[in-house]
């Protein structure tokens, strides 16, 4: 069966600290993609990134960066010196080629000023 | 750049009444979703279309139903509300069909009584 799992209901982090958030998936598909949505308090989702299962380069967009490891099944996420903006909820999700985007229950983000 | 708007952006409905929540694109995307967000649950599919004229049955469909009459529309309706369907829904839309990025409208809040 194909699942998402993200562990982290809740963390506070104090401004300007890092934090790693964490998302690990199942799947017998060899071929599947993984993303990363945010949603912040006004409610919209924001896709963030994707990830196929072929390209387990590590990806850094500003102070996002992305740790894919087919070897443990796992995409984490971590945000450096984080700030204020963003606080949200962070969703994982997991596509393996049908029309369902298999989402993770989220862990809510908040950074502390 | 609209990208996907949905309406209406809140409702409170009684039990019984029949409802329909719209959803239009107008990135020419082929395909579509209509997605429903409950605390701890994150998200979970209810219909989807793959393109204009085709639907299929998402994880959760019962009690909601769906029609795809163009590319740029994706109504979701319930016939007849339950407390149960409280929740936020979401529409999405890809490019196409596969593994492309979803992209998510803003979502419609309701609360059945």
């Known amino acids: 069966a194909q699942k998402v799992t993200q562990a982290q209901t809740e963390i506070s982090v104090v401004e300007k600290e890092d934090v790693t958030l964490d998302c690990v998936y199942e799947t017998r598909d060899t071929t599947y993609y993984l993303f990363w949505y945010k949603q912040p308090p006004s409610g919209e989702l924001v896709f963030l990134i994707r990830?196929?299962?072929?390209?387990?380069q590590n990806e850094i967009s500003g102070r996002y960066s992305w740790n894919f490891q087919k070897s443990t099944s796992s995409f984490n996420f971590t945000i450096t010196a984080s700030q204020v903006v963003d606080s949200a909820v962070y969703f994982c999700?997991?596509?393996?080629?049908?029309?369902?985007?298999?989402f993770g229950t989220g862990t809510r983000l908040t950074i502390i000023p | 750049i609209a990208g996907i708007t949905q309406a209406p952006t809140s409702q409170i409905l009684a039990a019984g009444r029949r409802m329909t929540l719209r959803c239009t694109q107008d990135?020419?995307?082929?395909?579509m979703y209509w997605y429903r967000q409950d605390l701890g649950l994150g998200l979970r599919l209810i219909h989807y279309?793959?393109?204009?004229?085709?639907?299929g049955k998402g994880e959760v469909p019962d009690g909601y139903s769906v029609s795809r009459a163009n590319t740029d529309d994706f109504p979701l309706t319930l016939a007849s509300a339950v407390p149960s369907q409280t929740s936020v829904y979401f529409c999405?839309?890809?490019?196409?069909?596969?593994?492309?990025?979803?992209?998510f409208g803003p979502g419609t809040r309701l609360t059945v009584l």
């Open positions: 999405a839309s890809r490019i196409a069909a596969g593994r492309d990025t979803q992209y």
């Open positions: 990135m020419r995307h082929n395909a």
């Open positions: 279309s793959n393109t204009a004229g085709t639907t």
């Open positions: 990830r196929n299962s072929f390209d387990e």
């Open positions: 999700a997991l596509n393996f080629g049908n029309e369902k985007l298999t």
